[in-house]
């Protein structure tokens, strides 16, 4: 059974930057398509960017477009998130998984906090 485990989090001021990292054992995630959700208090878990197992495709929820990047290293059984200009409303617990079927065991995610 596969253990996802994310990293990367922290307190950043808005305009700031983070990278998340999602790492997993027990078995390999080059098969799967991957996704970033976030799920904010007293919010529904949402997605928030995508990736085909082989890198070839991406795609982002309209509110991060252009301020997120997914990515993966299949080599190192590891999906990333850049998040660059970040903002308040970003300000959330980010997990993965993969997409679309979520039916990997959820890690603890990683909190991101955004101040204004």
């Known amino acids: 059974q596969v253990q996802l485990e994310e990293s990367g989090g922290g307190l950043v001021q808005a305009g700031g930057s983070l990278r998340l990292s999602c790492a997993a054992s027990?078995?390999?995630?080059?098969?799967?398509?991957m996704g970033w959700f976030r799920q904010a208090p007293g919010k529904e878990r949402e997605l928030v960017a995508r990736i085909t197992w082989n890198a070839w495709n991406t795609d982002y929820a309209d509110s991060v477009k252009g301020r997120f990047t997914i990515s993966r290293d299949n080599a190192k059984n590891a999906v990333y998130l850049q998040m660059n200009n970040l903002k308040p409303e970003d300000t959330a617990v980010y997990y993965c998984n993969n997409y679309p079927n979520t039916d990997l065991n959820w890690g603890q995610g990683t909190q991101v906090t955004v101040s204004s």
């Open positions: 027990g078995r390999t995630l080059r098969n799967y398509n």
